[in-house]
């Protein structure tokens, strides 16, 4: 890719001949008496200057600005304009730091004052030499400011995005692992119940007096098997699908009738009494139902085997409360090999929770346990068992109404709080240089004027033919700031210079040279 990297080189070859043309040019329409070791110093600092504009860009702007001082120290030479113009746009898209800049424009217009008063011996040249300033170099390098400003809320947008669209791949990830140990749990707590109840009924086999040895052995080894299956179900159970199964969040569809049935078929005392409608039930309080019965039943024949459990539905007013409570072991002690994760309540709360409702379980005054729960059965009941992603944006829509605005929104909107502050930036800081520059033309008005008075005296003094030098000694420092209003064009030949008869006067001395002498005197612009 060589015509790539050449690219830039081009575009500098381009920039150097744009600027280095109006000194060029005018060292052929140049008249004689002008500077013209200025512009022909120019062309080569110029191209130094295009060299180093994207290194040191603050360096390179301050070629064109010598180069303007030494031509007129009020930079009325626009030879040097579009110089200015280019190297500042260029510092300002090209420096990360405002502050070198502002102390570079600060030093510049601090040094004009100086250049203005001994080089020029006039003091009002120092606001002009601002007001060809701030078009010509201030106003470019906020251009190039915010350009690279512009360039950079884009890049950050666009980082936003990507970082965003990773968030929002991680959101998913964690929705889907949050699925998956819901999916685990839900399995877990069935395939556990049926493995305990399997376990039950075989260790109730192997005490049957009916059976001989051979058969209590192999009903003992079958008891064995399912309580080393339910540990190994606990271990493993978080590896139950792929990304690309789906598996239901309920692991069966009975009703809770069918899940007594089958624990009474097991051999457990087991009584159910409901009250109140079973149908027409919330699509999350049903299933919290089912595992808060399975639950209780799966404990009670872990921890308390042969003792009879009741089992109370009731639903009325909006609510449907379910009580499983069971007595004491009949046997004296759990039946070995029955494992127990101590999760399953801990999971159990959670279910009865995302469905709006509250469980509650303890001991029971006569040495049993009891597991309650109560669920809405009303409009919106089980609406704090949203899904992930619904969730998620629930969580997005809150940061706008009240809640903790999200990461992207408060990145979003100090990107636009970014943007109007550097666009304010854009248009109050030219204007209110502008009023600076016009408010201290006030007090330097005051000062030009003072220090350009001529004592009438010393006028009086002088004497037409007399040599320029001699004439100079009786002067002030400073002439007038340009000849007062209807004054006469200046005889030809002759250079005129300027001097207030007072402070603020309207009217002016005169004072032509030629040839290194005084030529004339008089004075301009006095009202009849």
């Known amino acids: 890719m060589p015509h790539v990297l050449q690219l830039p080189r081009l575009y500098d070859l381009l920039l150097w ?18 500077p013209l070791f200025v512009a022909c110093a120019a062309v080569p600092l110029l191209a130094v200057a295009v060299l180093l504009s994207r290194r040191r860009p603050l360096v390179a702007l301050g070629i064109p600005v010598a180069l303007g001082l030494a031509q007129s120290v009020e930079l009325l030479s626009p030879l040097y304009w579009p ?25 510049v217009a601090v040094a004009g004052l100086p250049l203005c008063t001994i080089i020029g011996h006039d003091l009002w040249g120092w606001p002009q030499m601002l007001l060809v300033l701030l078009p010509c170099a201030a106003l470019p390098w906020l251009l190039g400011r915010l350009r690279r400003q512009y360039a950079e809320l884009v890049g950050s947008g ?15 990830d964690r929705a889907r692992i949050r699925e998956r140990a819901r999916i685990a749990g839900d399995m877990h707590d069935s395939l556990g119940h049926e493995l305990t109840l399997l376990a039950v009924r075989a260790g109730a086999l192997e005490v049957d007096p009916s059976l001989d040895a051979r058969h209590r052995a192999a009903v003992g080894e079958l008891r064995a098997a399912a309580g080393a299956a339910t540990e190994r179900l606990r271990e493993i159970i978080g590896v139950l699908r792929a990304d690309d199964e789906q598996a239901p969040v309920v692991p069966s569809e009975e009703t809770v009738e069918a899940l007594v049935e089958r624990a009474r078929q097991s051999g457990v005392d087991i009584r159910l009494v409901r009250t109140g409608a079973a149908d027409g039930l919330p699509p999350m309080v049903g299933p919290a139902v089912h595992r808060v019965v399975q639950e209780a039943l799966t404990n009670a024949a872990k921890h308390a ?11 009325a007013d909006g609510v449907l409360s379910v009580a499983v409570v069971n007595e004491p072991a009949a046997v004296g002690a759990p039946p070995p090999g029955v494992a127990s994760g101590g999760a399953g309540l801990v999971g159990l709360d959670e279910r009865v929770r995302l469905a709006g409702g509250t469980l509650r379980t303890g001991p029971t005054p006569e040495g049993g346990f009891e597991v309650a729960a109560e669920l809405p059965t009303g409009a919106g009941a089980g ?12 969580r997005g829509a809150g940061a706008g109404s009240g809640a903790h605005p999200s990461t992207s929104a408060r990145e ?8 109007r502050r550097r666009l304010t930036q854009t248009v ?3 204007l209110a240089a502008l009023a600076g520059i016009l408010l201290l033309m006030l007090p330097v008005s005051l000062l030009s004027s003072s220090f350009s008075v001529l004592d009438r005296a010393a006028y009086d003094r002088l004497r037409v033919g007399q040599e320029e030098r001699a004439v100079e000694d009786r ?3 400073f002439t007038r700031d340009g000849p007062p209003d209807d004054t006469p064009p200046a005889p030809h030949g002759q250079r005129c210079a300027y001097y207030s008869t007072g402070v603020l006067a309207s009217d002016a001395y005169r004072l032509c040279f030629a040839d290194g002498r005084l030529a004339g005197k008089s004075v301009v612009g006095a009202k009849e």
């Open 17 to 34: 001949s744009a600027v280095a043309a109006p000194p060029a040019v005018a060292l052929f329409r140049f008249p004689p008496g002008q």
């Open 83 to 107: 110089a200015l113009a280019a190297f500042a746009y260029l510092a300002g898209r090209r420096t990360a730091e405002i502050r070198a800049a502002l102390w570079f424009f600060a030093a």
């Open 158 to 172: 666009w980082r936003l995005a990507d970082r965003m669209e990773r968030e929002q791949q991680a959101v998913a």
């Open 305 to 315: 085997p042969g003792g009879a459990v009741r089992v109370r539905i009731d639903r």
């Open 383 to 394: 609406s704090a068992d949203l899904p992930a992603g619904a969730g998620a944006a629930a």
């Open 412 to 419: 979003l909107e100090r990107a636009r709080l970014q943007v």
């Open 428 to 430: 109050v800081v030219p």
């Open 475 to 477: 002067l002030p420092v």
